[in-house]
């Protein structure tokens, strides 16, 4: 593999989470620079993140199953393949039996280009993401609330400033560390376990999983019962709040406590705590929102801080921690089943009518929405389902529940075709995959967690035989019959038509350019026009709903979607470590990681591994209804007796996602991740 290092060093941004944190390359070289998110901070990931760029695993080749096996050919032969079958497969069974499934880790070109070409190119509906695993709920909730929803309506720096901070379900101290530097006041954290983030707070909530919207109603009935309901705001800026209260009423810290196990003494400190803050945030994060009612929990959650007059008053507010790289731009631009570029609603006529007229086809031309990221794969070759999958920055046979179905729903396609720089545990079950740049090697824009738009500058070379997936979706389109310039493969020419496609909608990008990035601009979106300076600060003087005020929503705590019983006693729940991300797929690469986290492990009380007959640091089976799942127990007296929790981010039997349960939110269609009912074995 040949790469040239690009001259000199050169500004860009961390390939990993939604803080997006600001470094320098030389070649593969990683220095830190002041960046208002990190303030020249990195993790672990993002200081071995140039050993990705010289990977012996990387993919130079596009590859095409022969006789089960898969074989190196040229990219002309692997698109005529590729579009051939595509175009056989909607003359067969309709253009809704090919679909795509995104990531929210893509840059916004790529996931606005990946819309267009499903709804123009192919013709199908059937087109979502793996965000729809990780913020959808908080999105959901906040879209209901607000009128809009970004993950965090404020700068990150605005929390150093705060007095109280609420972190529900959230542990940045692993998951994005250079994050914690910002929090400088008393920290409230709400997490069933003694995490690292845990470890540092001043009142540490350890609700009984599944029970966190409970705990934020006791939490708001102690507000407003002690007197703390900032009245003349809900009376001026919101509605609901009577409709609401009649719900909380009911939910009284006593009784609170016998169903979290949070004692009412601790839930009137933390309501008392926010109550006499000066300047207070409440932050959720996938602790919160992992649940067949995330919507509803989060929900919660934003209902205390609008009693506690939080949101869009400067220097507090509530805010969604998002977290894949371009969690906030993926969801925004196209490639999620209900929305067109511009957060519009793809049922909007409206808004139908407007990107048409930008894609030059009529608007009675674009599909309606498509199934959600789980319903979708779930559906792949069943009756009326696609036939052929195309997978742009995902690895679902690793991130997905009951990922030991979604292989063998994989395993029924006529045709699965995966882009990625590495060869995936997905990429390694394909027809075909091509093989893609990655960060450091392309240009594009992420927008971060607070909503600033962010270009990212090529880096190093391409090595020879890869291509950007934007070459990749413009190969496919003119080989279906499109007009070449109708997909561009220059970044810069995608984010020119997304500046016009997202024009006057709720997440309007049109006043951003790559010059004014270039330039250094610090640019929050919405920016609709070239001379707005971006708004950093959401809601100062209205919501986005019509009548400018937010919506309190009554929500009523219901709990898991599968309760415990004796043959799987234990409550299971999954998140991440520090040294890795996601499905593991990059970070399983980087020797530093993999040698500091090899394998999954079971962390687990020392009390409930004597009762189930397990030894520190032997391997373990853990039972669902769903699968099994291998792992190392860890003791740690930490954690409570009914809980175990294992990391996701390991392949093959050590899959935390074998054991998870797909029931489904009503609102957002995320799966319930954070809590399924288990039992323990010795092997």
Known sequence: MRRLAAPGRVDTHCPYCALQCGMRLSGSTVEPRDFPVNRGGLCQKGWTSGA???????????????????????????????AAELARTRDRHGADAVAVFGG?????????????????????????????????????AGTRAFGLDRGMPFPVEDLAGSDVVVLAGANPAETMPPFVQHLKGTLIVVDPRRTATAERAQLHLRPRPGTDLALALGILHA??????????????????????????AAWWPERVERVTGVAARDQR???????????????????????????????????????????GRPGSG?????????????????QKADQLPGYRKIVDPAARAHVASVWGVPAESLPGPGRSAYELLDSLGTEGGPRALLVFGSNVVVSAPRSSHIADRLSTLDLLV???????????????????????????????????????????????????????????AIRLGQPEHRFPTDPEAVFEELRRASQGGPADYSGITYQRLRDGEPLHWPVPSTEHPGTPRMFLDRFAHPDGRARFTPVEHTGPAEPVDDEYPLIATTGRVLQHYQSGAQTRLVPELTAAVPEVFVQVHPDTATRAGLVDGRRARVVSRRGATEAVVRCDPTMRLDTVFLPFHFPGAQRANLLTNPALDPYSRMPEFKVCAVRLEAL
């Open 52 to 82: 990705l760029l010289d990977t012996p695993a990387r993919l130079t080749t596009p590859l095409v199953r022969v006789d089960g096996e898969l074989r190196a050919t040229s990219w002309d032969a692997a698109l005529d393949h590729v």
């Open 318 to 334: 509530y805010g969604c921690l998002t977290g894949q790289g371009n969690g906030q731009g993926g969801r925004e631009h196209g």
């Open 418 to 476: 995966v882009a990625d720089f590495v060869l995936s545990e997905t990429a390694a079950l394909a027809d075909v995959v091509f093989p893609v740049t990655q960060w450091a090697e392309e240009s594009g824009t992420m927008t971060n967690l607070e909503g600033r738009v962010l270009l990212r500058s090529p880096a190093v070379a391409v090595p020879d035989g890869v291509r950007s997936d934007l070459d990749l979706v413009h190969g496919l």
């Open 269 to 311: 400190e933390a309501a008392a705590l926010l109550a006499g803050a000066r300047n207070a945030h409440i932050l959720t994060g996938r602790g919160s929102e992992q649940h067949a009612n995330g919507t509803d929990t989060v929900g919660a959650w934003i209902n205390l801080a609008l009693a506690l007059g939080l949101p």
């Open 104 to 140: 929210g880790g893509l840059t916004n070109e790529k996931a606005y280009q990946l819309g267009k070409f499903a709804r123009v190119a192919l013709g199908t509906a059937q087109i979502d993401y793996n965000g729809r695993f990780c913020m959808s709920s908080a999105a959901a």
């Open 223 to 248: 507000v407003v019962a002690d007197g703390h309901l900032r009245a003349d705001y809900t009376a001026e800026r919101t509605t609901g709040f009577e409709e609401t209260w009649r719900v909380v």
